[in-house]
């Protein structure tokens, strides 16, 4: 636009000299200024005006007065699965398939000033099989973020339905994770989004990040968020991370966390599916072979390490998981695992790291893009259980997942994943659980749209 007004201003200021005929020069010049001035204002008032951009990102407006912006974005996962054995146990083990929206999310985001930012999402399906889904038409988050303090090295202040900093994995958005599925232990543990408060910060000189909050905790019952009196259930989690380098193709990631719940006294379950969605068996269950035990507390806590060095990625979390019973006499649940997953992008590229976030994503502006991975995993829910003739419960669960990815641009990516379950524990847990059929195998496909 700077080019534009300039050489209209050339052009008018020629014509105004070629017919100044009797016209004095000293005028002439007036003119001339006026007209340069004029167009300066009008150029000014253009930069004040609102900008709106469309690109396959999304939708995005800015005003650059206010430092006011609106953002319009979306997801679609759509999977494709079929498996056996023990993921189809309630079937004598028989093949099965399905086809479903594992994800349908639309929201919005951006700043109300400088200070204040915002951003809401709507949840329309999680894949749940059948014709309940408790994720349609949900509020999967909504965050107003004050960024006063952060604007001058300080701490973030977040109000509203976040997802608490419980694992790497799991705070990693669904969109930029290596394989379709978490691991069994991330999901067992992570309570994902609830409501709260959370106070984060980032010191850039020293690659050190915290995040702490106070958040509204589920019990996983048919109780909701209450305990047995009533009593509103609160957490408190904490995560600290830090990256003593982050930059492309060269990222170090060493991270903990932990998180101390109520639980209300009500029966806790740890389980988890075997990272396939919509199996008729939860191959992970603390239940198998005996019955949930009244909790009033859990204490969990994990730990992190990723690094990065060009194509070639490394990412391992081990956590473990306690829990105060109601009676003393009661054993204890416990509930513990580990994962490991490597990464390989045969066309070059290298993972991208968030350091205000303390998370991975996929590369920047990534196109035509193949990457292989591997991910072996391990959840254990058993515990003993002296009161059962089989002197324990809960099962044992190994995965072992597979995956080719190919990003067609940033926004579109095609996923295929092949999973090697293995169910073990006691003999009662085992047959309650799954019968003889220990061992299952899966294959799912992902179509994956982001706007």
């Given at each position: 636009m700077n080019n534009r007004i300039k050489t209209l201003v050339a052009a008018v200021s020629t014509a105004v000299l070629m017919g100044a005929g009797s016209v004095h020069a000293g005028e002439v010049q007036s003119e001339i200024e006026a007209l340069k001035k004029r167009l300066a204002e009008l150029e000014a008032k253009l930069k004040e005006q609102p900008k709106l951009k469309l690109t396959g990102a999304g939708l995005r407006v800015k005003d650059p007065k206010s430092k006011s912006s609106f953002k319009l974005n979306g997801r679609l996962h759509l999977d494709v699965n079929s498996f056996d054995g023990a993921y189809n146990a309630k079937n004598n083990g028989d093949s099965a398939s399905d086809v479903f929206a594992r994800r349908a999310r639309i929201g919005v985001s951006g700043n109300l000033d400088q200070d204040w930012s915002y951003q809401f999402v709507m949840a329309f399906a999680g894949g749940n099989r059948g014709g309940s889904n408790r994720e349609d038409g949900r509020i999967q988050n909504a965050i107003l973020s004050y960024n006063g303090f952060k604007r001058n090295g300080g701490p973030q202040i977040q109000l509203g339905k976040i997802k608490e900093d419980v694992t790497l994995e799991a705070v990693t958005s669904s969109n930029h994770l290596t394989t379709m599925s978490r691991s069994a232990i991330v999901n067992s543990v992570s309570p994902f989004f609830n409501w709260g408060v959370r106070v984060n910060q980032r010191f850039k000189n020293s690659g050190l990040r915290y995040a702490a909050g106070l958040y509204q905790a589920a019990d996983g019952s048919s109780n909701g968020r209450d305990s047995k009196d009533g009593n509103n259930l609160l957490a408190?989690?904490?995560?600290?991370?830090?990256?003593?380098?982050?930059?492309?193709?060269?990222?170090?990631?060493?991270?903990?966390?932990?998180?101390?719940?109520?639980?209300?006294?009500?029966?806790?379950?740890?389980?988890?599916?075997?990272?396939?969605?919509?199996?008729?068996?939860?191959?992970?269950?603390?239940?198998?072979?005996?019955?949930?035990?009244?909790?009033?507390?859990?204490?969990?806590?994990?730990?992190?390490?990723?690094?990065?060095?060009?194509?070639?990625?490394?990412?391992?979390?081990?956590?473990?998981?306690?829990?105060?019973?109601?009676?003393?006499?009661?054993?204890?649940?416990?509930?513990?695992?580990?994962?490991?997953?490597?990464?390989?992008?045969?066309?070059?590229?290298?993972?991208?790291?968030?350091?205000?976030?303390?998370?991975?994503?996929?590369?920047?502006?990534?196109?035509?893009?193949?990457?292989?991975?591997?991910?072996?995993?391990?959840?254990?829910?058993?515990?003993?259980?002296?009161?059962?003739?089989?002197?324990?419960?809960?099962?044992?669960?190994?995965?072992?997942?597979?995956?080719?990815?190919?990003?067609?641009?940033?926004?579109?990516?095609?996923?295929?994943?092949?999973?090697?379950?293995?169910?073990?524990?006691?003999?009662?847990?085992?047959?309650?659980?799954?019968?003889?059929?220990?061992?299952?195998?899966?294959?799912?496909?992902?179509?994956?749209?982001?706007?």
């Amino acid at each position: 636009m700077n080019n534009r007004i300039k050489t209209l201003v050339a052009a008018v200021s020629t014509a105004v000299l070629m017919g100044a005929g009797s016209v004095h020069a000293g005028e002439v010049q007036s003119e001339i200024e006026a007209l340069k001035k004029r167009l300066a204002e009008l150029e000014a008032k253009l930069k004040e005006q609102p900008k709106l951009k469309l690109t396959g990102a999304g939708l995005r407006v800015k005003d650059p007065k206010s430092k006011s912006s609106f953002k319009l974005n979306g997801r679609l996962h759509l999977d494709v699965n079929s498996f056996d054995g023990a993921y189809n146990a309630k079937n004598n083990g028989d093949s099965a398939s399905d086809v479903f929206a594992r994800r349908a999310r639309i929201g919005v985001s951006g700043n109300l000033d400088q200070d204040w930012s915002y951003q809401f999402v709507m949840a329309f399906a999680g894949g749940n099989r059948g014709g309940s889904n408790r994720e349609d038409g949900r509020i999967q988050n909504a965050i107003l973020s004050y960024n006063g303090f952060k604007r001058n090295g300080g701490p973030q202040i977040q109000l509203g339905k976040i997802k608490e900093d419980v694992t790497l994995e799991a705070v990693t958005s669904s969109n930029h994770l290596t394989t379709m599925s978490r691991s069994a232990i991330v999901n067992s543990v992570s309570p994902f989004f609830n409501w709260g408060v959370r106070v984060n910060q980032r010191f850039k000189n020293s690659g050190l990040r915290y995040a702490a909050g106070l958040y509204q905790a589920a019990d996983g019952s048919s109780n909701g968020r209450d305990s047995k009196d009533g009593n509103n259930l609160l957490a408190f989690t904490g995560r600290v991370n830090w990256a003593p380098f982050a930059e492309t193709g060269k990222v170090l990631h060493l991270g903990a966390w932990g998180s101390y719940r109520d639980f209300g006294g009500n029966g806790l379950r740890n389980r988890a599916r075997g990272e396939i969605r919509n199996t008729n068996v939860r191959l992970l269950d603390s239940n198998a072979g005996g019955s949930s035990i009244a909790v009033d507390k859990i204490t969990e806590y994990g730990l992190e390490f990723a690094g990065v060095t060009g194509p070639l990625s490394l990412q391992a979390e081990y956590i473990e998981r306690g829990a105060d019973t109601v009676l003393s006499s009661d054993p204890e649940p416990t509930l513990d695992g580990y994962y490991v997953t490597a990464s390989y992008f045969l066309t070059g590229e290298s993972r991208h790291y968030d350091a205000a976030k303390g998370v991975f994503k996929q590369p920047k502006g990534v196109r035509n893009a193949w990457e292989l991975y591997a991910r072996y995993s391990n959840a254990d829910a058993s515990f003993n259980n002296p009161s059962l003739a089989a002197g324990s419960q809960g099962t044992e669960l190994d995965v072992l997942t597979l995956g080719v990815s190919y990003f067609a641009s940033p926004q579109l990516r095609f996923m295929l994943n092949y999973q090697d379950a293995e169910v073990s524990g006691s003999s009662a847990a085992t047959n309650a659980l799954v019968g003889d059929q220990v061992d299952g195998k899966g294959l799912t496909f992902r179509t994956q749209y982001t706007f």
